[in-house]
């Protein structure tokens, strides 16, 4: 469902994934892609996929990242059973 939301409105679905930065990142990026989409009478108007690649990019590491820790927690504790 996020990844959806991060289509039609990245900013908006990195700021519920709590990446503030990134959010600021592409509400700027849009600005810019539309502005240049303005200024060439919408010829640029595809790079507006760019600002959903971001935020789907940035959802997805963010997510792979915070499954990888808690691997790795989980094996510092000793929850883990690694099978030789």
Do not use: C, W
Not at 57 to 79: D, N
Request: charged share 20%.
């Amino acid at each position: 469902m996020i990844y959806v939301l991060a289509f039609f409105l990245p900013p908006l679905a990195l700021l519920i994934e709590g990446k503030i930065f990134s959010a600021i990142f592409n509400l700027i990026l849009i600005v810019l892609v539309i502005v240049l989409s303005l200024l060439t009478l919408f010829t640029f108007a595809f790079l507006l996929l760019i600002p959903s690649l971001h935020a789907i990019i940035v959802i997805a590491q963010a997510r792979r990242k915070r499954e990888h820790e808690e691997l790795v927690e989980a094996a510092r504790q000793g929850r883990m059973r690694i099978d030789r």
